[in-house]
Nanobody, 127 residues
């Protein structure tokens, strides 16, 4: 496992943009090579759901249908960081957003593919 720290959440009006960042840290970060890094979100009273992910090697990207076309995931390999650019935000995007990393091969869409999780960052979109 590796420690993950998210930043960039906040309050934004509908139609606005936010860029979330996630960086791996800790003594194991320098040798940590993920297979996947992704973003999930959890709204009050709802289950945690997949938002987007990127495979570290091939740099394939994956998106939930609910955010496709509005969200872009990218990575910075040397910094062991992943970013989530969110545009045209909607009130239904309001949630705590979690960064996740997985070392083993697995489906980008499933929580079980990730063994390291950040603490989350709040995104609130006002109407």
């Amino acid at each position: 496992q590796v420690q993950l720290a998210e930043s960039g959440g906040g309050l934004v009006q509908a139609g606005g943009s936010l860029r979330l960042s996630c960086a791996a840290s800790g003594h194991s970060a320098s040798t940590y090579i993920p297979y996947l890094m992704g973003w999930f979100r959890q709204a009050p009273g709802k289950e945690r759901e997949f938002v987007a992910a990127i495979s570290w090697g091939a740099e394939n990207t994956f998106y939930a249908d609910s955010v496709k076309g509005r969200v872009t995931i990218s990575r910075d390999s040397p910094k062991k960081s992943v970013y989530l650019q969110m545009n045209s935000l909607k009130p239904e995007d309001t949630a705590v957003y979690f960064c996740a990393a997985g070392r083993a091969y697995g489906s980008a869409f499933k929580l079980g593919s990730y063994e390291s999780w950040g603490q989350g960052t709040q995104v609130t979109v006002s109407s």
